[in-house]
């Protein structure tokens, strides 16, 4: 079965700091890959996706992230935080069930903090 | 953009009444959405999938006769918790696929049974 693994349950990061938050993945194929950002007590917001083709995929909000199929692993970035970047960040990955229909997965979120 | 309007964003409801969560698609028509619950601090757990015009496909170990869902049209998929009792308090969360891959999240609900 697919899973998604967020080791950092909490990071804390100065605000002006680069950030790099880690996704590990197990699938049996090429997934598609998925970095959301949640406020406290809201819904989710999308930041970036990866479906195929350049590794290296752009966001909103200044955040990227790599694909890197040799380490399953989609790690987010941002070169520059800014407090409003305090939030929860879930890595998910969208498979498709023995019924064929597609639905996500999601990791265990990683906590940011932003600190002046 | 694609937008999920999800109501109420919060309720309290009294042990062994019903509460209903209402999930809808804006702008866009949705044959596809999800329904989530998440606890605190932890990550959404995806309690099942609703199709429109059909039956909803549940998670292993969610009770389906206590989380009723119906998605009876392409813009409305509502989750109905029944006899609801304080184990069910918890955040629920409603997504609408528009396209392969295409996800949009409502902004949650927070329900509290006293």
């Known amino acids: ?116 | 953009g694609a937008v999920v309007s999800q109501h109420p964003s919060w309720v309290i409801c009294k042990s062994g009444t019903s509460v209903k969560i209402e999930c809808r698609s804006l702008d866009f028509q949705a044959t596809t959405m999800f329904w989530y619950r998440q606890f605190p601090k932890q990550s959404l757990m995806l309690m099942a999938t609703s199709n429109e015009g059909s039956k909803a496909t549940y998670e292993q170990g969610v009770e389906k006769d206590k989380f009723l869902i119906n998605h009876a049209s392409l813009t409305l998929s509502t989750l109905t918790v029944t006899s609801a009792h304080p184990e069910d308090s918890s955040f629920y969360i409603c997504s609408a696929r528009q396209g392969y891959g295409g996800y949009t999240f409502g902004s949650g609900t927070r329900l509290t049974v006293v």
């Not at chain 1, 605000?15 to 406290?40: D, H, I, M």
């Not at chain 1, 498709?96 to 600190?115: A, D, H, P, Q």
């Open chain 1, 1 to 116: 079965a697919q899973s998604v693994t967020q080791p950092d349950i909490h990071i804390t990061v100065s605000e002006g700091a680069s950030l790099e938050l880690r996704c590990n993945y197990s699938y049996g194929a090429t997934p598609y890959l998925f970095w959301y950002v949640q406020s406290p007590g809201q819904g989710l917001q999308l930041l970036l996706k990866y479906f195929s083709g350049d590794t290296l995929v752009q966001g909103i909000k200044g955040f990227e992230a790599e694909f890197k199929r040799s380490q399953s692993s989609f790690n987010l970035r941002k070169p520059s935080v800014h407090w409003s970047d305090a939030a929860e960040y879930f890595c998910a990955v969208g498979v498709v069930s023995n019924f064929g229909n597609e639905k996500l997965t999601f990791g265990t979120g990683t906590r940011l903090t932003i600190i002046p």
